[in-house]
Nanobody
Framework: QVQLVESGGGAVQAGGSLTLSCTAS???????LRWYRQAPGKERDWVAVIDRDGSATYADSVKGRFTASLANNIAKNILYLQMTNLKPEDTAMYYC???????????????WGQGTQVTVSS
């Protein structure tokens, strides 16, 4: 069992930046890592994914503005999402998720955080 805790959300004006963190209770360097978001009344959408080889992929809506990365600390247990040039449409609850340790991104996400709210005003 891996526990995930997101932090770093908040309220910003359009054009601003935030960095979200997802702290895991275990080493998450050898699994698929994803960021999702869900706006009120909408379905949850994936935002960014880091596969086991470290390659990152982004949804078109955030490409060029968001960067996902795994902290290079000894514990290898912190996932970041750097968000720049934020837009009102980025307003959502943001979640991190991982597959089982050792699984890649073809597998389902099984561990989820509780979410952190991002609100962008125009």
């Amino acid at each position: 069992q891996v526990q995930l805790v997101e932090s770093g959300g908040g309220a910003v004006q359009a054009g601003g930046s935030l960095t979200l963190s997802c702290t895991a209770s275990a080493d998450i360097s050898n699994t698929c890592l994803r960021w999702y978001r869900q706006a009120p009344g909408k379905e949850r959408d994936w935002v960014a994914v880091i596969d086991r080889d470290g390659s990152a992929t982004y949804a078109d809506s955030v490409k060029g503005r968001f960067t996902a990365s795994l902290a290079n600390n000894i514990a290898k247990n912190i996932l970041y999402l750097q968000m720049t040039n934020l837009k009102p449409e980025d307003t959502a609850m943001y979640y991190c998720a991982t597959a089982y340790i050792g699984n890649g991104c073809l597998e389902r996400m099984v561990y989820w955080g509780q979410g952190t709210q991002v609100t962008v005003s125009s």
